[in-house]
């Protein structure tokens, strides 16, 4: 268990995908056509699946925004049986699709990863609990499906950026083993990850380092003391929550670095396995960090963690 703080860290950036610098608005859906493969070796077409076949519980219509959706891109070459599941930010609004989805997927995949990003339902039409329960039913059809998606039902983690890095703490800290009684097959299996990945992410539902644009979104105007506390993962951690790795700026002016410092402190008190890179410098919402020679190390560093946990075989 181990914090690294970097304030100046000089590396080559990681592209595997070829993309323009990113942005902070809402990318196209990852299903587009513009999100192809670049010429991947043994590059297969992403796969979109809705998460419910029949509409999703709580679904307030039947639109593209009440569908919750996995897009599937497969790793390249022989995979490493590992599959991550990744969770764009956007405030509980919006979905950054682009940099904090396929661009990510793409470059999981380089590594031999396969890996869904998620399309959940958001504020202000949603609110929790729908967001954790598309989540859940995420990690659950990715641990069901295992053999079908190249990876193991014991290898099945959950990364998230923003807002996204909040709900993929929400699922590491608010889980069930699975219902054996259940009708349906992906039911019966547990919705914990066995390991998180949190870039910049949202933590706490409270002053003074809360975002308020999150937690209005997803909790409403005016949500009950007790649901604040519950939303707030640094109180949520236990023995069981899964080993985790997270990196955050200290300049980040939209989510407060403390978020990610409140979660790790939290983790090293229960004795869970974490890894935190906190760099000095960058904002809000940079992804990959593509053109930042600073920023742009911590996918290697990322991509280190996973091999030491046995998580890649390249």
């Known amino acids: 268990m181990r914090v690294l703080v970097t304030s100046l860290v000089v590396a080559a950036a990681v592209l595997t995908a070829s993309a323009a610098l990113p942005g902070q608005a809402p990318s196209p859906p990852a299903s587009s056509p513009a999100g192809g493969r670049g010429g991947a070796p043994n590059a297969v077409d992403p796969r979109t699946m809705p998460l419910w076949a029949n509409g999703a519980p709580g679904a307030l219509g039947t639109d593209e925004p009440?569908?919750?959706t996995l897009t599937y891109y497969p790793a390249y070459g022989r995979?490493?049986?590992t599959a991550v599941i990744v969770a764009?930010?956007?405030g509980y609004?919006?979905?950054?699709m682009n940099h904090e989805g396929r661009q990510v997927a793409n470059w999981l995949n380089s590594l031999g990863v396969s890996a869904f990003v998620l399309k959940y339902r958001l504020g202000p039409k949603y609110h929790h609990p729908i967001e954790l329960d598309d989540a859940q039913r995420a990690i659950?059809?990715?641990r069901a499906r295992a053999a079908e998606f190249g990876a193991t039902p014991d290898r099945v983690g959950i990364m998230g950026f923003s807002a996204g890095g909040h709900l993929a703490s929400t699922a590491g800290t608010h889980f069930d083993d699975g219902n054996a009684a259940a009708a349906d097959a992906i039911d019966r299996v547990s919705s914990r990850p066995d390991f998180l990945?949190?870039?910049?992410?949202?933590?706490?539902?409270?002053a003074p380092y809360v975002h308020e644009g999150s937690k209005k979104n997803l909790l409403g105007d005016t949500p009950d003391p007790g649901l604040v506390d519950l939303l707030s993962n640094e109180l949520q951690v236990t023995a069981r929550t899964p080993p985790t790795f997270l990196f955050h700026t200290s300049s980040d002016t939209t989510v407060p670095v403390e978020n990610s410092v409140m979660f790790y402190l939290a983790l090293r008190k229960a004795n869970v396995p974490v890894e935190m890179h906190i760099f000095q410098t960058g904002p809000h919402g940079v992804g990959l960090a593509l053109n930042d020679a600073a920023?742009?190390?911590?996918?290697?560093?990322?991509?280190?963690w996973l091999r030491g946990r046995g998580l890649l075989t390249r």
């Open 79 to 81: 995979g490493a049986g």
């Open 295 to 304: 920023l742009g190390a911590w996918p290697p560093l990322l991509a280190t």
């Open 140 to 142: 659950r059809t990715v």
């Open 88 to 90: 764009p930010g956007g």
């Open 93 to 96: 609004q919006n979905l950054a």
């Open 197 to 206: 990945i949190l870039g910049y992410p949202v933590i706490t539902m409270k």
């Open 66 to 68: 009440d569908i919750p």
